[in-house]
């Protein structure tokens, strides 16, 4: 019985020593893909600010057309 248990208990000790080994390990991620996602991010501010100038634009030139009219 001693060593029945002596093995178990050893068993889990070795689980627990690779599950905290395995949860140390370095995460990593690439560079270039958050790189890539920061260029697509600015791209879509860009073409937003851009659409709504345009818009804002328009409004202010069919106002004043109608008031020159």
Not at 22 to 43: A, E, G, H, P, Y
């Amino acid at each position: 019985m001693k060593k029945y248990f002596q093995k178990k208990f050893q068993i889990e000790t070795e689980r627990n020593f690779k599950d905290i080994y395995s949860n140390q390990q370095t995460k990593t991620t690439n560079v270039n893909i958050l790189l890539n996602r920061v260029r697509l991010d600015k791209k879509k501010a860009f073409k937003r600010r851009l659409i709504i100038s345009f818009i804002i634009f328009s409004f202010i030139s069919l106002f004043t057309a109608y008031l020159i009219i």
